[in-house]
């Protein structure tokens, strides 16, 4: 981290030229991210420097998370009672992903090139079901002309909770419910300006983590875009781990969780009983 930093400030310093080839360098003020009792959120600062910056140029900084598969499905009515159905898998979703630019998104670059480079929420959550696509869904292309916008489980088909087959706009629905999901509890997160340009070709982004905060190993990605195309970009690593009672309880629940199991059950038995003799006693 130190060395980009210094670099950074060697970058602040060089002549900036309209032919100088563009670049970027960038870093965390913080490496490690530790997850106490008390732990209610934390706020995480990029800096960062440009080559060759110009008036044209704006700046995006995408913090992801470690990946999780997901099981999204629809709630049904059925007989008058609400039921869960029509399961989709997503593989190795982001946990955390947030996204600071200089200016709002969809002035730096149009949906096309977004898609390209995977930047962006929308942009993200459709790469991860195009990837999944082979195991869920058949071409279009080999489904009848009436019905090119219909998709076919496949790898699920037996799943008798599984429709026949499935819209393209239901798979849209999925994802809409995926991105509901992290908004609510702050894991997905947009921040439209969130990054500053300074003087010198000089740039901040602050990034705010919830108190939920994932664990695991994080990856900041720092895009330069120059006429509504990524024309450089860097990336720095973050960890996010447990630290006292909490990461003792948290290694204990997954290196012995058969234990950790057993010892949850004792504890809820002994809180019982001694809530018992308080009663009694009065």
């Not at 149009?110 to 058949?138: F, H």
């Not at 195309?229 to 003792?248: N, Y």
Request: aromatic fraction near 8%; hydrophobic fraction near 50%.
């Amino acid at each position: 981290m130190l060395t980009s930093l210094l670099l950074a400030i060697a970058l602040q310093g060089q002549p900036q030229i309209a032919t100088e080839a563009p670049g970027i360098v960038a870093a965390l003020t913080q490496e490690t991210v530790e997850i106490r009792e008390d732990f209610d959120g934390a706020e995480l600062v990029l800096y960062g420097a440009t080559r060759g910056l110009t008036i044209r140029d704006e700046i995006v900084v995408v913090l992801r998370g470690p990946g999780r598969d997901l099981r999204v499905m629809q709630k049904r009515r059925t007989f008058g009672i609400w039921i869960n159905a029509a399961p989709l898998e997503f593989d190795d979703v982001p946990s955390y992903y947030a996204i600071a630019t200089s200016l709002p998104l969809d002035t730096i670059a149009g949906p096309d090139e977004l898609a390209r480079s995977g930047v962006g929420l929308q942009a993200m959550l459709e790469a991860n079901a195009a990837a999944m696509a082979p195991s869920w869904l058949l071409s279009a292309s080999t489904l009848p002309a009436e019905t090119a916008d219909v998709l076919q489980p496949a790898a699920v088909a037996d799943d008798h909770d599984v429709p026949a087959l499935i819209r393209r706009d239901e798979v849209a629905d999925y994802l809409a419910a995926i991105a509901r999901s992290g908004r609510r509890d702050n894991t997905f997160a947009e921040a439209q300006r969130g990054v500053e340009i300074l003087d010198g070709g000089l740039f901040r982004a602050t990034i705010a983590l919830p108190p939920l905060t994932p664990v695991g190993n994080y990856v900041a990605e720092v895009y330069l875009f120059r006429d509504g195309r990524p024309i450089a970009s860097r990336s720095a690593s973050l960890r996010v781990e447990k630290a006292g009672i909490e990461r003792f309880f948290f290694e204990f629940a997954h290196d012995l969780p058969a234990l950790y199991g057993l010892f949850c059950v004792l504890m809820a038995m002994l809180a019982g009983y001694l809530a018992n003799l308080a009663f009694n006693r009065r």
